[in-house]
T-cell receptor
Framework: ETGVTQTPRHLVMGMTNKKSLKCEQHLGHNAMYWYKQSAKKPLELMFVYNFKEQTENNSVPSRFSPECPNSSHLFLHLHTLQPEDSALYLC???????????FGPGTRLTVT | GIQVEQSPPDLILQEGANSTLRCNFS?????LQWFHQNPWGQLINLFYIPSGTKQNGRLSATTVATERYSLLYISSSQTTDSGVYFC?????????????FGEGTQLTVNP
């Protein structure tokens, strides 16, 4: 695998379900990010992790819970989501101190 | 926070035509990236260009940091160039890496 991978690519879940999104980067980076892209809106930053430590939470509701066990892996745990949370969730990585970010293919989430 | 405006919002071209996409930003930047989002949602890095000019095949980009704008040029457009083009910036005053995206330019290239 090369670059940034995300699984699953598509996910349909009910409002009472619990699911997790996974991101893995194979670029040797040490910063990872979650972004949300809703229909007709620009990408919005959700969380930032530098060296496995969360450095930014952009006022994201607690029903989204990130986890970064190491510099290569990032998870987004989902529970009791709302239909308006349906969106494309994108993961990115970069090297701390080097600004260019690289994105994964995204997980298209539908909440029913 | 920093504001990013892209124009035009929509652009329709015939194959072979040239185009210029613009990105205006409201403050000094550490980072400016151009991306192409394909129909499946993948964001493809085109340029990392906080200042200066770069070229990659039929694409080139110029950022004039002192005047707070960047331009993406697409020459001899092809149908595969269709998709949404995003400009994203990180302001100099921000701590950590925090890209702010514009709303994008939806490009359609017709055969």
């Amino acid at each position: 695998e090369t670059g940034v991978t995300q699984t699953p690519r598509h996910l349909v879940m009910g409002m009472t379900n619990k699911k997790s999104l996974k991101c893995e980067q194979h670029l040797g980076h040490n910063a990872m990010y979650w972004y949300k892209q809703s229909a007709k809106k620009p990408l919005e930053l959700m969380f930032v992790y530098n060296f496995k430590e969360q450095t930014e939470n952009n006022s994201v509701p607690s029903r989204f819970s990130p986890e970064c066990p190491n510099s290569s892996h990032l998870f987004l745990h989902l529970h009791t989501l709302q239909p308006e949370d349906s969106a494309l969730y994108l993961c990115a990585s970069s090297q701390v101190g080097v600004y260019e970010q690289y994105f994964g293919p995204g997980t298209r989430l539908t909440v029913t | 926070g920093i504001q990013v405006e892209q124009s035009p919002p929509d652009l329709i071209l015939q194959e072979g035509a040239n185009s210029t996409l613009r990105c205006n930003f409201s403050d000094s930047v550490n980072n400016l990236q151009w991306f192409h989002q394909n129909p499946w949602g993948q964001l493809i890095n085109l340029f990392y260009i906080p200042s200066g000019t770069k070229q990659n095949g039929r694409l080139s980009a110029t950022t004039v940091a002192t005047e707070r704008y960047s331009l993406l040029y697409i020459s001899s457009s092809q149908t595969t160039d269709s998709g949404v083009y995003f400009c994203a910036v990180e302001g100099e005053g921000t701590s950590g890496s925090r890209l702010t995206f514009g709303e994008g330019t939806q490009l359609t290239v017709n055969p």
